[in-house]
């Protein structure tokens, strides 16, 4: 399916939408756009940070479906940074990032992660700006524009 351009050759996405990243191995998840974000952040619990090969590692679970925890994924990724983030309610915390292939319809691309809990949140994920940049336009007025695919998965 082509997914719509604009003007600019950015894909328009709607304010939320559904993504994969296949090195988390994380079939589905959606996530809502959040331009005032400089960075994207994921959901997740049970931080361990590990040594692999030299490098920093983390291990951490996520709960991808919608309003559901008995759904978890553990997932393993090089950390590139630990960052001061602060969030929407004006507290600060130190946060794990790390840099992952996204995939949102037909398009791949790498995009930085902060890691937090977002349990008690609506959307599991937030689409930041830097993700968005040069590749994507949002039409707050739409949802899903890309499918509702991905949300099946989870479908009992």
């Not at 994969?20 to 960075?39: M, Q, S, V």
């Not at 030299?54 to 393993?76: L, V």
């Not at 915390?93 to 008690?120: A, H």
Request: net charge positive; glycine share 6%.
């Amino acid at each position: 399916m082509e997914h719509p351009v604009n003007s600019y050759g950015r894909t328009v996405i709607g304010w939320r939408e559904w993504a994969f990243f296949p090195e988390l191995n994380i079939p589905a998840i959606k996530f809502k756009t959040d331009t005032g974000a400089r960075t994207s952040c994921l959901h997740s619990f049970e931080h361990k940070l590990f040594k692999r090969n030299g490098e920093q590692w983390i291990k951490f679970g996520i709960h991808p479906a919608p309003k559901r925890t008995d759904i978890a994924i553990f997932c393993e990724a090089p950390v590139i940074d630990i960052r001061s983030i602060t969030n929407s309610g004006g507290t600060s915390e130190e946060r794990p990032v790390i840099c992952t292939p996204i995939n949102l319809g037909n398009m791949t691309w790498n995009i930085e992660l902060t890691l937090t809990d977002r349990d008690s949140m609506k959307f599991r994920m937030l689409l930041g700006r830097k993700a968005m940049e040069n590749r994507l336009i949002v039409d707050p007025s739409k949802s899903y524009i890309l499918g509702k695919k991905l949300a099946t998965i989870y479908d009992n």
